[in-house]
Nanobody
């Protein structure tokens, strides 16, 4: 099993920046991709960004150019640097990873609230 713990959420004004962190523990050697999803009230959960173990990245369309995902494999941690935040970015942000724990499975963190005020 893999456990994920997010940190770094909070309240920020529009135009501001925030960095989220997600630390993995457990069967970390089995982790493949790590990423971030978000869910706003009344909306479906959506992809924010994902990064492979080798560093390849993919971003959701609404955050391209504003958010940057990075990963420190030595620390088993994934980061999400968010810039030029706007109220539409307000959501609960969830860390997620896929891990080969026999079979390949997805694991989720508990979520961290990001609120952007106008």
């Amino acid at each position: 099993q893999v456990q994920l713990v997010e940190s770094g959420g909070g309240l920020v004004q529009a135009g501001g920046s925030l960095r989220l962190s997600c630390a993995a523990s457990g069967r970390i050697f089995s982790i493949k991709a790590m990423g971030w999803y978000r869910q706003a009230p009344g909306k479906q959960r959506e992809l924010v960004a994902v990064i492979s173990r080798s560093g390849g990245t993919n971003y959701g369309g609404s955050v391209k150019g504003r958010f940057t995902i990075s990963r420190d494999n030595a620390k088993n941690t994934v980061y999400l640097q968010m810039s030029s935040l706007n109220p539409e970015d307000t959501a609960v942000y969830y860390c997620q990873c896929t891990a080969d724990t026999g079979p390949i499975a997805a694991y989720w963190g508990q979520g961290t609230q990001v609120t952007v005020s106008s």
